[in-house]
């Protein structure tokens, strides 16, 4: 395996480990800080106890939040082709025709 491979394999366990320990980090990946920010507060405010997460208004609010992560995610710049395909066709079961 080259390094690069290796840096890159090292970097995404890091990351779940990291998200593993604190899952808070998948709601937070993917957008701008803004958008991470409002999602991290609301979580945080409902885990406290300060407001009732399953109260509708905060529901419809976080899935509003959540639905602007995941557009800037598939619309970025900085994600690549393959994993805008990726993201349009949904995942099947792999298919083998004999030759």
């Known amino acids: 395996m080259t390094k690069d491979k290796d840096w ?3 970097g ?7 998200s593993d320990l604190d899952n808070i980090f ?4 993917g957008t701008d800080p803004e958008t991470s920010e409002a999602i991290a507060f609301f979580l945080t405010m409902g885990e406290l ?4 997460l399953k109260d509708e208004g905060i529901k419809l609010l976080l899935a509003l939040l959540n639905g ?3 557009a800037l995610f598939a619309t970025s710049p900085t994600t690549n082709e393959i994993s805008k395909m990726g993201l349009m066709m949904p995942k099947s079961d792999a298919v083998y ?3």
Not at 26 to 29: F, R
Not at 49 to 52: C, F, L, P, Q, V
Request: overall charge positive; aromatic content about 8%; hydrophobic content about 40%.
């Open 8 to 10: 890159f394999r090292q």
């Open 12 to 18: 995404a366990n890091l990351a779940q480990q990291l």
């Open 26 to 29: 998948q709601h937070l990946a």
């Open 49 to 52: 106890g300060y407001i009732d």
């Open 68 to 70: 602007k992560r995941k």
């Open 97 to 99: 025709i004999d030759e």
